[in-house]
């Protein structure tokens, strides 16, 4: 089953973010509200965040840095990220959310 918040485009999957920024450590927390949660360690400041935000899921995923993005949300905690490359599932399956409940 796919998650409704995981929506696969062309050559990849766009889903909405909710990051925390200056956690102890970076790491996917879980499905919330629809939305894909993640703490980072960076600050929320010069795109310090969205960084370590693209070069966490680059290497969860397996997948090029470059292959990473983010498409809207840069200065908010909420966020639309953009992976090309990958399936829902392999990304639902990499990140371990597919063993949550469906959305």
Known sequence: MSNK???EVDGGVVFAAKIVPASSKTA???LLDGMVKFKVSAPP?????????IEFLAKQLSVKKNAVSIISGRTNPL????????SAEALLKKLNLNKQGSG
């Open 28 to 30: 996917v927390c879980g």
């Open 79 to 86: 966020k639309q990220v953009r992976v090309l490359g990958i």
């Open 45 to 53: 400041q010069k795109g310090e965040a969205n960084q370590c935000l």
């Open 5 to 7: 918040s995981i929506q």
